[in-house]
């Protein structure tokens, strides 16, 4: 007879767990809200039972209404908006646990920003800006998801890594002609750069009475100056007496 063989089978029904996270800790009304560039973790483990552990063999994923698929660990989402996220692992011996999901909000747009001008500007529609000495610049930004975390400036950078400072207070420039470097940031780090340029100072500015017109006219960067004046027809010679004049600029992308 043959000898006896003698085994032991150690059964596992105890299912993975997972937990989500990612590296981002703002929210909008409840819901996470991260960046296409912020990693989303799912951290799988499974349980010792009885000195029975088959492991973690995959984590499985959806995306609103995409079929489940495997993912190595980490995901990003590189399409903005909300999002629902359901996700679970399997064990080495078949168990599954059960599905969990979260939502999640995509943010990708920088702040929007807006440069006022105290008194009047002159804008013209190439994008020239003329202010009289003395003029107060002011900024302010919003961002209706994440949240704004920087608004900043720097005025005649001697470099593209010259530094930018924390705008407090509204500020005034010397005469002459500059370039003025605005960054705005959101708490995702969403980040929006625009350059006004040329902005001459000079010590007045021609006499006319406020015209209510669009200065249209597109910055070097593509930004498009939009006035909050309705349009009107004529657009007038580079700074003469009827060039359109606005207290602010929206400075969005084109």
Same mark, same amino acid.
């Given at each position: 007879l043959e000898e006896v063989k003698v085994f032991t089978v150690r059964v596992d029904s105890q299912p993975p767990s997972t937990v989500f996270s990612?590296?981002?800790t703002v929210y909008s009304s409840g819901v996470l809200v991260v960046s296409s560039s912020t990693p989303m973790v799912f951290? %799988? @483990? !499974?349980?010792? /039972?009885?000195l029975v552990s088959s492991g973690v063999g995959s984590t499985f994923v959806q995306i609103d209404t995409a079929p489940f698929s495997a993912v190595p660990g980490t995901l990003l989402?590189?399409?903005?908006?909300?999002? %629902? /996220?359901?996700?679970?692992?399997? !064990?080495?011996? *078949?168990?599954s646990e059960v599905v969990q999901s979260t939502l =999640? &909000? =995509? !943010?990708?747009?920088?702040p929007a920003m807006? #440069?006022?001008?105290?008194?009047?500007a002159m804008i013209l529609p190439s994008g020239? =800006?003329?202010i009289a000495t003395g003029t107060l610049i002011g900024l302010s930004a919003t961002d209706a998801v994440a949240g704004l975390s920087a608004l900043e400036y720097r005025v005649d950078a001697s470099s593209a890594a010259a530094p930018f400072q924390g705008f407090a207070s509204p500020f005034t420039l010397p005469g002459g002609t500059h370039v003025l470097d605005l960054r705005s940031r959101d708490? #995702? *780090?969403? /980040?929006? =750069?625009?350059? &006004?340029?040329?902005l001459t100072v000079q010590g007045a500015l021609p006499d006319s009475s406020p015209i209510p017109e669009s200065p249209g006219g597109t910055l070097p960067d593509g930004t498009i100056l939009t006035s909050s004046n309705p349009p009107?027809?004529?657009? *007038?010679?580079?700074?003469?007496?009827?060039?359109?004049? /606005? %207290? @602010? &600029?929206?400075?969005t992308p084109s």
């Amino acid at each position: 007879l043959e000898e006896v063989k003698v085994f032991t089978v150690r059964v596992d029904s105890q299912p993975p767990s997972t937990v989500f996270s990612a590296q981002s800790t703002v929210y909008s009304s409840g819901v996470l809200v991260v960046s296409s560039s912020t990693p989303m973790v799912f951290a %799988s @483990s !499974d349980p010792m /039972v009885g000195l029975v552990s088959s492991g973690v063999g995959s984590t499985f994923v959806q995306i609103d209404t995409a079929p489940f698929s495997a993912v190595p660990g980490t995901l990003l989402l590189a399409q903005e908006g909300p999002h %629902s /996220v359901q996700f679970y692992s399997r !064990d080495n011996a *078949g168990n599954s646990e059960v599905v969990q999901s979260t939502l =999640v &909000i =995509v !943010d990708m747009t920088p702040p929007a920003m807006t #440069v006022t001008f105290s008194p009047e500007a002159m804008i013209l529609p190439s994008g020239n =800006v003329f202010i009289a000495t003395g003029t107060l610049i002011g900024l302010s930004a919003t961002d209706a998801v994440a949240g704004l975390s920087a608004l900043e400036y720097r005025v005649d950078a001697s470099s593209a890594a010259a530094p930018f400072q924390g705008f407090a207070s509204p500020f005034t420039l010397p005469g002459g002609t500059h370039v003025l470097d605005l960054r705005s940031r959101d708490a #995702v *780090g969403n /980040v929006r =750069v625009t350059t &006004i340029a040329p902005l001459t100072v000079q010590g007045a500015l021609p006499d006319s009475s406020p015209i209510p017109e669009s200065p249209g006219g597109t910055l070097p960067d593509g930004t498009i100056l939009t006035s909050s004046n309705p349009p009107a027809t004529s657009t *007038g010679p580079a700074i003469s007496p009827d060039a359109p004049r /606005v %207290s @602010s &600029i929206a400075l969005t992308p084109s």
